[in-house]
């Protein structure tokens, strides 16, 4: 069974900087993990997706060149870099990983199968 635990939201303002943390135990054969929000009154989004076997990594538009997806496999850990943070980056930030190795739909987060409780971030203005 994996299992997720994030850590490192906060409250911060904009233009300021945080990393969110993943660990995660019970690791057999994840292919894909990554980095989904949700905001009040809105649909959970993928942020940044990490192909675990080779490291290649993908953003949503919104994000791209501001976060930074990593992965540290002796420390069983995934990472979300968050620079220059805006207001609308607010929201439950969700670790979540799946089985397939199948690059399809990486950004649906209804294909993903693990999660974990999910940290806070609020950026304010």
């Known amino acids: 069974q994996v299992q997720l635990v994030e850590s490192g939201g906060g409250s911060v303002q904009a233009g300021s900087s945080l990393r969110l943390s993943c660990a995660v135990s019970?690791?057999?054969?994840?292919?894909?993990m990554g980095w989904f929000r949700q905001a009040p009154g809105k649909e959970r989004e993928g942020v940044a997706l990490?192909?675990?076997?080779?490291?290649?990594?993908y953003y949503a538009g919104s994000v791209k060149g501001r976060f930074t997806i990593s992965q540290d496999n002796a420390k069983n850990t995934l990472y979300l870099q968050m620079n220059s943070l805006k207001p609308e980056d607010s929201g439950m930030y969700y670790c979540?990983?799946?089985?397939?190795?199948?690059?399809?739909?990486?950004?649906?987060?209804?294909?993903?199968?693990?999660w974990g409780q999910g940290t806070q971030v609020t950026v304010s203005a």
């Open positions: 019970g690791y057999t054969y994840i292919n894909w």
């Open positions: 990490i192909y675990t076997g080779g490291g290649s990594t």
């Open positions: 979540a990983a799946r089985e397939s190795r199948i690059m399809i739909s990486i950004f649906d987060p209804s294909t993903y199968a693990y």
